[in-house]
């Protein structure tokens, strides 16, 4: 699938971003259509098909968050991307539990926010048949044999951090929650604590480091995020 085939459907009641995005994602090769409201939006994506909605979560009539939960629960697939203000982490943590694939936060810059849609275009196109070996820089894992390596060296790690490095090699390049991880590892039983301690252990074992991340990026207030794939 290239760019000009690719149908984005920008959902937000402030006219100068939809200007901003419908001029930024035209120059990147995409077809661009615009609902001001979440009414419009819903009839938008029934007529339109889009491949991808940006989502602003303060619409006037119908929240972000009860029209992507709608969708959700419709069985709608199409990656949706939320748009967010920087200050919002809750309605952001709130929206990825409700099935959205990735966030931006406002405001943002168009080569970011590009790269966050071809993310979630790419990930969507791969749901179907999960990679057993990912490879990203030095790091590669077997999800079929369960092997991680760091170059030619094998790393050796507990049961609860191949966990969470799994979870994260199944989304990579997008971003996961800390509740997500924890009900995913630990059954809803553990604190963030637990799962911060287990993420430190991890980079450091992988040659990774909070301050300087390659593979693993803490998003502050959210979860994390794994390096995209080579």
Do not use: C
Not at 17 to 28: D, F, N, P, Y
Not at 175 to 189: K, R
């Amino acid at each position: 699938m290239t760019t000009n085939d690719v149908k984005i459907l920008v959902v937000d009641d402030e006219q100068p971003i939809r200007k901003l995005l419908r001029t930024g994602l035209s120059v990147e090769g995409y077809a661009v259509i615009e609902a001001r409201n979440g009414r419009e939006a819903g009839e938008l994506v029934s007529a339109e098909r889009p491949d991808l909605i940006l989502l602003d979560l303060g619409l006037p009539d119908l929240q972000g968050h009860e029209l992507l939960e709608r969708w959700r629960a419709g069985a709608l697939e199409l990656p949706v991307i939320i748009l967010s203000s920087r200050t919002d982490e809750t309605g952001i943590v709130r929206a990825l539990e409700l099935g959205a694939d990735d966030y931006v936060t406002k405001p943002f810059g168009m080569k970011e926010l590009a790269a966050r849609i071809r993310v979630a275009l790419r990930h969507r196109l791969q749901q179907q048949g999960e990679r057993p070996l990912f490879q990203t820089g030095e790091l590669s894992v077997d999800l079929v044999r369960r092997i991680v390596r760091l170059g030619e060296r094998e790393v050796k790690l507990s049961p609860k951090e191949y966990e969470i490095l799994r979870i994260l090699v199944q989304h990579a390049g997008k971003v996961i929650t800390h509740q997500h991880l924890l009900s995913q590892v630990w059954g809803d039983t553990a604190e963030v604590q637990y799962l911060r301690v287990y993420v430190r252990q991890l980079r450091q074992k992988i040659g990774d480091s909070a301050e300087a991340p390659e593979y693993i990026t803490t998003e502050t207030g959210v979860g994390y995020r794994l390096r995209e794939a080579d």
